[in-house]
């Protein structure tokens, strides 16, 4: 599976702070670190970019090209100019990402067309202006194939398309963590040549307390992993959850517990259950991951302490 590496961002006030002061050491330092995790992209996420913000990608992308010239960056932004702006730097935009699209006809037709022009990888995320998130995978289908419609118009081959079902965090409906699993199924059966997909990973856990939020994010990164999915954008510091992600598509355990990670990938892979997921009940390890689907499943009530009992 592909990654993509979210740590530069500006919700982060530290890293918006180091932005808006132009500090280097800082910016290649978030660089670097995640670059070595062996990320895919790295995602430069700079928001709408608005007052005082003119020339932000631009810097960005050249300070990190100047010590990692190899680099493959995700423009993550809503402000076209500044997207295309840091296209135009790069000498390998046909292997970047555009981070993203929607079903917003402005937005559709504007990220499509620098997708078109530059070669990129397009994030489309399937939802829509009116209609907001879905609650059920046909209704993110529809949004996904107005969205190909389009980027087929404007010459975008399906294979360049990464379509991102929307994860919703598991503390505010529990119901939609299957709708999400569903449509990543959905989306890959559906579309002819196939489409990628991908999610914000960290989106499944917003709002649950800070020290389960990695186990929350690992086990949904295993259960999409085991519906297709081809790219996620994740933490690169959680040095585990890329160590899962490789063992788990290698399929080569590395402890007892990844056992059950990895048979946990293939029931969803096979559309099992969770009745299907044994584990060993004295490994605490193996505890928390059954715990943890269990919730995911929906086949217990989600709460902040849910593993401690």
Known sequence: MKLIGENIHIISKKTREAIENKDTAYVLNMAKRQAAAGVDWIDLNIGPAKKGWAGTMEWLASTILKEIPDVKFSFDTTNYTEMEAGLKLVGNSSECVINSASGDKEKLENMSRLAAEYGSYLIALTLGSETGIPKDPEGRLEIAMTILEKTSEMGTDNTKILLDPLVLPVSVDQSQIMAALDSIRVFKESFDP?????????????????????????????????????????????TELIRVVRVVSSQAPEKDSDSVLINLHNIMQDFGGLEDLAYNKDNPEEVAIFKTAEILFNKNIYAHNYLEY
């Open 194 to 238: 196939p489409v990628m997909t991908t999610i914000g990973l960290s989106n499944v856990s917003n709002g649950s307390p800070k020290e389960i939020r990695p186990i929350i994010n690992r086990i949904f990164a295993v259960m999409a992993m085991g519906c297709g999915l081809d790219s996620a954008i994740v933490d690169a510091f959680d």
